[in-house]
Structure formats: structure tokens, C-alpha cells
């Protein structure tokens, strides 16, 4: 389907990557739009009113809530305004340090360490990208997660001139990878879980539409958290040492089971 340049325009100012919008129609992904904002802000409502319950008067400082923040992340279809930490403003262009997309930085960052790809919405990342992106997880206090350290590993690796300097790099990023496998696909699954929560006050029209929004993406999500059994060999995907292999598979499947049991 041929989407209008308005259209596309919307999009971007929605937040959504023209990927992953392409998968709706004008309509439907207006309809969602529409839908979430109002189950959304009761959600938020419903939260403030459980603060004040316990004590906590003072008003939220979250200003990723605000009426006009972005509503989905392009990355993972799941709403900015439920993110419990702030997103993560990603240049649209490195020219421009006042044009970005809100997105869920934590996700972002886990991404590129467990695929290696760093090209995030039709750009690829530089230096200096990388550089806000390790920052922005040090200062949130979101995890060790840093693609900063993971992309130094991967070049150590490549050039080491000794055998033992390159095992003991690989040792390191493997393990680096592994976790970031592991993250990545318990926060899949939590979101999951928090999406469910409010899927039943969706119409029905925009349940499905969020469904196919989410499915369109999880491909992705599966390509960084599956590697470590299929071992593609597309440049772009990392490979884990063979000694590696069954102990990701493990730490996933288990951090899989955890997440849909919560």
C-alpha cells in the first residue's frame, strides 16, 4: 500500500518507523492512536491515584506521560507513556541534535550488542550515537548493557594479534551478548504481560491493530534473542564462540519461562 507523503509525515511525528507503520492502514493506525491515548491516560490516572494512596501527593515528574510525547516506540510498538524509565532520544539525523525519535533506550541499546547491527531507523549509528546511548544507560541506571564496549570487544577480536588477547576478548563479549540475549527477550515478554493488561480496553479494531503492530516487529526480537541456535550468517547478526552456545540457549530459555510465568 502507497501511504501519502502526509501520511508518512504523521507517522514520524507518531514516533513510528515507516517499517513498521507500513503494516497498518492510515485508518487503523489513526484509530489506534486515538484508542491508546484514551486507555492510557486512565492507566496513568489509575497510577497517580494508587501514589496518593500510599502518601506520595507530589504530582508525576515522568514527562514522557505528557499529552504530547510520542505514544509508541518505532522500535518495539510498546507505548512510551508505559515505559517506567525515560526513552531514549534517538537523532533522526547526526546534523540535527533537535530532530529525534523517543524510544525505549534499554531496548535499543541490548539490540545492537546482541544482533551487532547498529543501523536503528534508517540510519546507521555513529560514534557519537554510540557514545549517548552507553551514556544514557550509565546515568538511568538501566544495566551493564553498553553496544560502546560490546563494538571495542568486536574490533579487539578482529585484530588481536596474539590468540590468547583474542580468546580472552571473545570470552568477554560472548558473555556480554549472552546477557544482552537474555534482557532482551525478558523485556519482550514484561511488556507482553503489561500489554495484556490493557488490551482488554482496547476496541477491538485497535487490539488488532496493536497485535499486528507488535507481531510485525517481533521477528526482530527473535533474530537477537535466537541467534545463538540458528548461528546466521548474515554479517549483521553476531555469532557466538561454539562454547557459548548451549549456555545462552540455557540462560534464555529460562529468562523466557520467568517472564511469561510474572
Known amino acids: ?103 525505549d533506550g534499554k531496548f535499543l541499546a541490548m539490540s545492537m550488542i546482541a544482533t551487532g547491527c547498529h543501523e536503528v531507523c534508517g540510519r546507521q549509528m555513529q560514534a557519537s550515537d554510540i557514545e549517548a546511548i552507553d551514556d544514557y544507560m550509565h546515568r538511568r541506571k538501566l544495566g551493564p548493557h553498553r553496544p560502546g564496549r560490546a563494538a571495542a570487544l568486536e574490533k579487539e577480536v578482529q585484530k588481536a594479534s596474539d590468540l590468547e588477547h583474542q580468546a580472552k576478548a571473545r570470552r568477554e563479549l560472548d558473555g556480554i551478548v549472552m546477557l544482552a540475549m537474555a534482557d532482551l527477550r525478558k523485556l519482550w515478554y514484561i511488556q507482553e504481560h503489561r500489554l495484556h493488561q490493557i488490551n482488554s480496553m482496547l476496541p477491538d479494531r485497535a487490539q488488532a491493530s496493536l497485535q499486528s503492530l507488535r507481531k510485525s516487529l517481533l521477528p526482530k526480537i527473535d533474530r537477537a534473542s535466537l541467534t545463538v541456535s540458528k548461528q546466521s550468517s548474515a554479517s549483521k547478526h553476531r555469532q557466538l564462540s561454539p562454547s557459548a552456545i548451549s549456555s545462552a540457549q540455557t540462560i534464555i530459555s529460562g529468562g523466557s519461562s520467568k517472564a511469561s510465568q510474572k
Not at 539525523?93 to 530532530?99: F, K, N, Y
Open 1 to 103: 500500500m502507497q501511504f501519502t507523503p502526509s501520511q508518512v509525515k504523521v507517522a514520524k511525528l507518531a514516533g513510528c518507523s515507516d517499517a513498521a507503520f507500513s503494516n497498518l492502514t492510515p485508518e487503523d493506525y489513526a484509530d489506534l492512536q486515538g484508542a491508546l491515548e484514551s486507555v492510557l491516560r486512565a492507566v496513568l490516572a489509575k497510577d497517580e491515584l494508587r501514589k496518593s494512596a500510599r502518601g506520595d501527593n507530589g504530582r508525576s515528574t515522568r514527562w514522557w506521560t505528557h499529552p504530547d510525547v510520542t505514544l509508541l516506540c518505532p522500535l518495539t510498538g510498546f507505548p512510551i507513556w508505559l515505559l517506567p524509565y525515560p526513552p531514549f532520544k534517538l537523532r533522526t539525523d547526526a546534523e540535527l541534535p533537535g530532530s529525534y525519535h523517543l524510544v
